[in-house]
């Protein structure tokens, strides 16, 4: 009798201890999907990613792109790009930091389509912002890598 109710101890024992490993797992699954899962693609046409700036990446660029980075940009993506800015918190889509390889490995062209065309909190800055402003904000924030 004792070896049969040591038995069914362990199989109890062993049952609890497959159920919370499976539970486990499956919140595990969750977090996964509610934090990566959820990221969209943002696609680019391929035409506009093999679009080159115009705009040289010079001192009076980066300054101008400066200028409108704090006014446009910096509330959300942070005073150095890290995607810390004080608005960050309040957005749905994480902003991410322009001094990561996945920002950094994207042409000019791609930021600028992104920019231009805005998604989800992401504002498109086509009508407001001249298409040279927008190239002088792309040389600053290449230059925040440096």
């Not at 959820?38 to 046409?45: E, G, L």
């Not at 792109?65 to 006014?71: A, E």
């Not at 001249?130 to 925040?144: F, M, T």
Request: charged residues 25%; contains cysteine.
């Amino acid at each position: 009798m004792k070896s049969n109710q040591k038995s069914a101890n362990f199989a109890a024992i062993t049952s609890v201890i497959i159920l919370f490993a499976f539970v486990g797992m499956l919140s595990m699954s969750f977090v996964t999907i509610s934090t990566t899962g959820d990221k969209k693609p943002w696609v680019v046409p391929d035409k506009d990613k093999a679009v080159k700036n115009p705009v040289a990446s010079d001192a009076t660029s980066i300054a101008a792109g400066k200028t409108l980075y704090t006014k446009l940009c910096k509330s959300c993506h942070g005073a150095t790009g890290k995607g810390d800015g004080p608005k960050s918190k309040e957005l749905e889509t994480p902003t991410g930091s322009f001094l990561d390889a996945t920002f950094t490995a994207q042409t000019d062209g791609e930021v600028f389509f992104k920019v231009r065309k805005g998604r989800d909190d992401m504002p498109g800055f086509s009508k407001e912002t001249e298409a040279n402003d927008v190239w002088n904000i792309i040389n600053y924030v290449r230059s925040l890598k440096k």
